[in-house]
């Protein structure tokens, strides 16, 4: 009988969760479990600026080093627009475990949060008409060359009309669900946002597919998304969307213009780059996305994964190209402040090893209400239908978490 330790004790970490001062990642590799507050990282610490965010928790560590924490590192959030203050701690107690593993038992092992499910309010934001106009201005301004590409999002907000979120509960069911991922949850500010929300908790909680960078020594890799489908329950069907993906002129675009930014942001610190020439297809639970695996050796190991992440963000794949067109175009047509939606999630160490999730398939949770978030690469063969489907597709993810499935919104 050898169940493993290390398989007890990862579930342990996920059990062990609690929102109010704790952070956690799961990914294909390993599981973190970080309570407490040993310091954070304030806007007069730098948290402000995503350029000098590696210097500023360098310091950061360095004090907590002196204040005698035995090994510091950070972890939390960092925003989508980079001049928003990121949401960084050294935490007092760090647990690491092996990758997360679920019997068959896990669900009954598991002890209920509440007696019942939340019964949901869901509003739109924006209405899905509105959406595809907006999808339509992005082609519009694509197809008369002022930019390549843009993402554009879009968001559920979720009432509870009967009792508080279970947040543990529905980082169990992300986490079950995308064992092939990264599933995390982290702290927000509790007056972050700005959507008129009173509440005792503020959780950015989700299970991204995509990841931005993780650096170790003087390897680096990243592995960027872009070209997705919507999956089908029919195992001959799901096959034929995933080839049809790899083959799609238009997603192979799309994809093409991420993998180009993200080697050219990463090739002045890297010895060598391996960059493959064509993507590979990944699945997620409900999506098929295209994948490219970038490698490389760093010149300087001592390169922190901060920095590289900041070189990185945004990626086209989360905000478009030209960068600076397509952020414009960004906020010139989405109808709120994504704040912590397709920003970054992760831990950096004080050899400046660490790793960050982009933020998608994801949600913000209040104590009676949630924001849910998808969004879609537009290029200018995208069709207002076909992204307005994608985001839905994408929505499964939450929803299925949730216990909700919704199929139209």
Known sequence: ?????????????????????????STPNQTL????TFMELTEADGACDLQQLSGSVSDLLGRAARMNHSSPMVVGAIPFDRAKPAKLVVPTTVLWGGPLQFSSDTETRR?????????YRITPVPRPEQYAQGVQQAIDRLRSGEMSKVVLSRALDLTS??????????????????SHGYTFAVDLPKDHGGQGHSSSQNVLIGASPELLVRKTGNRVISNPLAGSAP?????????????????SVKDLHEHAVVIEAVAEALRPFCRSLDVPNLP????????WHLSTVVQGELLDPSISSLALAAALHPTPAVCGTPMELAREAIGQIEPYDRGFY??????SDAAGNGEWIVTIRCAEVYEHSLRLYAGAGIVSDSTPEGELAETSAKFRTM???LGLHHNQL
């Open 111 to 119: 002890p209920a949060e509440s007696n019942s499910l939340p019964t």
């Open 231 to 247: 999956r089908s329950k029919d195992p001959v069907e799901d096959r034929r969307i995933g080839e049809a993906l790899l083959s």
């Open 33 to 36: 479990l970080a309570e407490g």
């Open 280 to 287: 590979s297809l990944i699945q997620t639970e409900t999506m």
């Open 161 to 178: 009309t009967n009792i508080t979120i279970p947040i543990g509960q529905l980082l169990h069911s992300l986490a079950r669900h995308n």
């Open 399 to 401: 929803l299925n978490a």
């Open 342 to 347: 397709t920003g970054m999630v992760g831990w």
């Open 1 to 25: 009988m050898k169940q493993s330790a290390l398989t007890v004790l990862t579930a342990q970490l996920l059990d062990g969760y609690r929102p109010g001062a704790a952070f956690f990642l």
